[in-house]
C-alpha cells in the first residue's frame, strides 16, 4: 500500500462537530427525562431507557436530537446509516444508566457507575481522531455530519453521449431510442 492510498480500515469520514454531538445527546437526554418521569413508577425508566437504546436507529441514523442539530452515525465499512441494532449496541451503557437514574434504589450506582461512564464517553469522542467513542467501536458506528453522501463512494458513470438531430435531446449509449415519427408527405 503506498502513502497515497488511504487505509481500508479506517472510516472515510470526517469528525463529527463535538458541540453539535453534545447538544443531540443533550436534547435525547431531554426526552429520554420526559419519557421517564411522564409515565407510571416502573413504565416511565424503561421508557426513557428503550427510548435511549434504539433513538439512532428511528430516523435513518438520527434520533431526533441528531436530526434536530444536523449529525447522523453510520456504519462506515458498509457505507449506509445505522440502524436499531447498531444503535441498540452502541448505547445500551446509556440505557443502564438511564434504568439506574430512573429507579431511586439505584441511584448509588447512578452516581458512582453512570456519570463516569457518561464523562468517558465524551473524553474518548473528544480524543479519538474520528470521534469514536467506545460505543461506536462496539457497534462499528461514527458519528458524522447530517449532510454526508453514503452509498457508492465512485462518481457516477455516463456512457457516450450521442449526438442529437436538431429538435432532439441527446441521450446516454445503452438508453433505448425513443420513438420518433416521420413528419408527413406534403
Not at 125 to 131: I, K, M, T, V, Y
Not at 174 to 180: D, L, T
Amino acid at each position: 500500500m503506498n502513502a497515497a492510498e488511504p487505509r481500508r480500515d479506517q472510516p472515510p469520514y470526517a469528525k463529527a462537530d463535538l458541540t453539535l454531538r453534545g447538544l443531540a445527546r443533550g436534547f435525547d437526554f431531554a426526552i429520554a427525562l420526559v419519557l421517564g418521569l411522564a409515565a407510571p413508577f416502573v413504565v416511565g425508566p424503561l421508557l426513557a431507557a428503550g427510548y435511549l437504546a434504539v433513538a439512532d436507529g428511528l430516523l435513518h441514523g438520527q434520533s431526533p436530537g441528531k436530526r434536530m442539530f444536523g449529525v447522523r452515525v453510520v456504519v462506515p465499512a458498509r457505507r449506509v446509516s445505522a440502524g436499531f441494532a447498531e444503535s441498540l449496541q452502541r448505547n445500551a451503557l446509556f440505557a443502564v444508566v438511564a434504568l439506574c437514574w430512573a429507579l431511586p434504589l439505584l441511584w448509588p450506582v447512578f452516581l458512582l457507575v453512570g456519570l463516569p461512564v457518561v464523562a468517558v464517553e465524551a473524553w474518548r469522542a473528544w480524543r479519538e481522531p474520528l470521534g469514536r467513542r467506545y460505543g461506536d467501536v462496539m457497534a462499528e458506528t461514527q458519528v458524522v455530519d447530517g449532510k454526508v453522501m453514503l452509498g457508492d463512494p465512485a462518481p457516477a458513470r455516463l456512457g457516450a453521449v450521442t449526438p442529437a438531430p436538431p429538435g432532439q435531446a441527446a441521450r446516454t449509449a445503452g438508453e433505448p431510442p425513443a420513438f420518433h415519427p416521420s413528419p408527413p408527405a406534403c
